[in-house]
């Protein structure tokens, strides 16, 4: 099984500041033929499913707002909210969906300061 | 608009079974798989396995394969996952999810909770 693991395990941070997620998966995820890399990114509100913020590690789902950006490549991966709004409260998990059985990071949990 | 629609709450005792299900609406449920995902009380998302409505193909993660069975009713757009012999350690919300063109899930049922308690 690819292991998914996340720092920090929580963070605090001011409104309109920023917010740096950070994920290794414990194998490449990066997929040479297509040159896509099998990680997404969901946001979850307390008492809601997940919703999908990101996909192929960096394409942003649709509807979802701009200050949220995907980067990385192979095992190392970056989720960035650039100017954190009180709506982004929540807690933040990347999924690798490169081979089954697929896995998710235990998640970071993002507050204001 | 693309709905996944749960069945509601559940309260089980242990060494007894249930069956979740997930409605599919405003899309071709054949056309994608349907996830099971576990969040336990606090914790984070784990995959349990999936089902192609299409032919009934299913695919389980090794830590919940033979506890758990995924089957689905395609002429009535629904997937269902049964749990047997549930323990305490079952109480959960279960969410299914949707993928679109890769395997990531894109549309999420609401989830149902399932409380095992004696």
């Known amino acids: 099984d690819i292991v998914m693991a996340q720092t920090p395990e929580s963070l605090a941070v001011s409104l309109g500041e920023r917010a740096t997620i950070n994920c290794k998966s414990s194998q490449s995820v990066f997929f040479g033929p297509n040159n896509k890399n099998y990680l997404a990114w969901y946001q979850q509100k307390p008492g809601q499913p997940p919703e999908l913020l990101i996909y192929?590690?960096?394409t942003r789902e649709s509807g979802v707002p701009d200050r949220f950006s995907g980067s990385g490549s192979g095992t190392d991966f970056t989720l960035t909210i650039s100017s954190l709004q009180a709506e982004d409260v929540a807690i933040y998990f990347c999924q690798q969906y490169y081979s089954t059985p697929f896995t998710f990071g235990p998640g970071t949990r993002v507050d204001l300061k | 608009e693309v709905q996944l629609v749960q069945s509601g709450a559940e309260l089980k005792k242990p060494g007894e079974s249930l069956r979740i299900s997930c409605k599919g609406s405003?899309?071709?449920?054949?056309?994608?798989?349907i996830n099971w995902v576990r969040q336990m009380p606090e914790k984070g998302l784990e995959w349990m396995g999936r089902?192609?409505?299409?032919?009934?193909?299913?695919n389980y993660s090794p830590s919940f394969q033979g506890h758990v069975s995924i089957s689905c009713d395609k002429s009535i757009n629904t997937a269902y996952l049964q749990l047997t012999s549930l323990k305490s350690s079952d109480t959960a919300i279960y969410y299914c999810?949707?993928?679109?063109?890769?395997?990531?899930?894109?549309?999420w049922g609401h989830g149902t909770l399932v409380t095992v308690s004696s």
């Open positions: 192929w590690a960096s």
């Open positions: 999810a949707r993928q679109t063109s890769g395997d990531f899930f894109h549309y």
């Open positions: 405003g899309y071709s449920f054949t056309n994608y798989w």
């Open positions: 089902i192609d409505p299409n032919d009934s193909y299913t």
